[in-house]
């Protein structure tokens, strides 16, 4: 008995209008939108790429014994160079390139909506916000993408940070500027490296860097705040909860980070170790703020407890002792890359070109559900949508083999464990290619 279409979910997203009616599916548009910084965008429709058919998307219920498996039900290519990174904007994922290229791709058909991207160097980095998406690249700067509410629904690239306004206005102070190598300076609100990690919190937005500094800038005028000398080596990944932002660094540290009274100075409210002489990947933060986990160039995912209520209520003045350390875990045989989480489930993709799927258990302790192989290269970035389908989770993988993959993964509840029947997706879309 055939249960209701993936496609009849309710999913949206808050800046995207919807594709417009179209001609044939054999269609071409040939018009260019000109970006502020006189570049142009080539728009392509969704109808100029083969796409899944949506209806064959669809669930059905099929026995199984013990814990289902996860299914892969799609291998999404047309990457030039290798997967960086991806974001969830809505109903669509964006994932990006060593290759300088962003695709949109639209939920649950998979298929191309549209491609933008500009700039010198790889997309290490993109987080949405509102109506505008933004990209750290390579060549040390942060560009804005906001949505074009033309016909073609292209991305318009709007700024680039820092902004013209703010560098003029601090260009001419030599007092502005800082030394970055030897004979060589830069002012104070540029990287003077590959920004490799963004986040957003509390009406700002954090970059870290492999120059080994955490820049703060304010989301409604992009105008540069602060710069942090926050760590001794390159800065990996950066994650914001409850009005914390952890960064984590090559230097084997994740550093906590809180905003003054005026979020224009940030204090180090901690230091979470790892083991010596190994590099931190990747960091994460339960959705409560009371978990802490980060990924090694060792294989290790090391979790730490956020104890700051207890110890305000005790009056413990140290601002380490906030955090101590519940789990080691050694997840992989080669280095943690990146890692994502959605409810108690815990994500890891590795330089051996697995994942791991994880149950976060009691006291911050990971078990080990299911490993899913299939990427010919190192996973380099995950991304699980919120979106239940069929009793499980959709998840993204994009890797150094220059493609994005699309698995299911089930809950692993104890009721799947009881009963005979689960819910499970068709294998119409198992190991589907589509390229954009």
């Not at 219920?61 to 904007?89: D, E, W």
């Not at 992989?332 to 149950?359: N, P, Q, T, Y």
Request: some cysteine; proline content about 3%; aromatic content about 8%.
């Amino acid at each position: 008995m055939m249960v209701s279409s993936v496609s009849k979910s309710s999913l949206s997203i808050p800046f995207l209008p919807p594709p417009p009616p179209s001609s044939s599916p054999s269609s071409t548009s040939d018009s260019i939108s000109d970006t502020d910084d006189g570049s142009s965008i080539s728009p392509f429709s969704s109808n100029r790429f083969d796409s899944l058919d949506v209806k064959k998307f669809q669930l059905s219920s099929i026995p199984v014994s013990g814990f289902s498996s996860h299914r892969s039900l799609a291998v999404l290519s047309g990457h030039i160079g290798s997967v960086s990174c991806l974001a969830l904007c809505g109903e669509f994922i964006l994932s990006a390139s060593q290759g300088k290229d962003i695709i949109v791709w639209q939920q649950p058909d998979l298929r191309v909506f549209t491609k933008f991207g500009q700039g010198d160097g790889s997309v290490k980095a993109l987080v949405s916000v509102g109506d505008k998406v933004f990209t750290a690249h390579q060549d040390s700067r942060i560009r804005v993408w906001k949505v074009s509410r033309s016909s073609e629904n292209v991305f318009r690239l709007v700024d680039s940070l820092p902004t013209t306004k703010d560098y003029l206005g601090k260009f001419m102070k030599q007092s502005n500027y800082v030394q970055t190598r030897r004979h060589h300076k830069k002012l104070w609100i540029e990287h003077a490296d590959s920004i490799s990690c963004l986040t957003v919190c509390n009406g700002l937005i954090y970059s870290g860097s492999w120059d080994k500094t955490l820049k703060v800038w304010k989301l409604s005028d992009l105008k540069c705040l602060e710069s942090i000398k926050a760590h001794d080596d390159a800065i990996n990944g950066v994650v914001s909860c409850k009005g914390i932002v952890y960064s984590a660094s090559a230097d084997g540290k994740i550093k906590a980070w809180t905003p003054g009274k005026e979020k224009k100075t940030h204090c180090l409210k901690g230091i979470l170790e790892g083991h010596k002489d190994v590099s931190f990947n990747s960091v994460l933060v339960s959705d409560d703020g009371k978990w802490v986990y980060g990924g090694g160039s060792d294989g290790y995912i090391m979790g730490w407890e956020n104890n700051s209520n207890n110890n305000s209520n005790s009056g413990n003045s140290s601002a380490n002792s906030n955090w101590s350390l519940v789990s080691e875990t050694k997840a992989h045989e080669m280095a943690v890359l990146c890692m994502c989480l959605i409810g108690e489930f815990l994500f890891s993709g590795s330089a051996d070109k697995s994942i791991v799927v994880w149950r976060r258990e009691a006291f911050g302790k990971l078990s080990k559900l299911e490993v899913i192989n299939g990427h010919e290269g190192p996973v380099k970035c995950l991304q699980a949508s919120f979106d239940r389908v069929g009793g499980g989770f959709l998840l993204y993988s994009g890797s150094l083999d220059k493609s994005l993959r699309v698995w299911w993964v089930p809950k692993y509840s104890d009721e799947t464990q009881d009963k005979s029947t689960t819910i499970i997706p068709t294998s119409s879309l198992n190991n589907k290619t589509i390229v954009g």
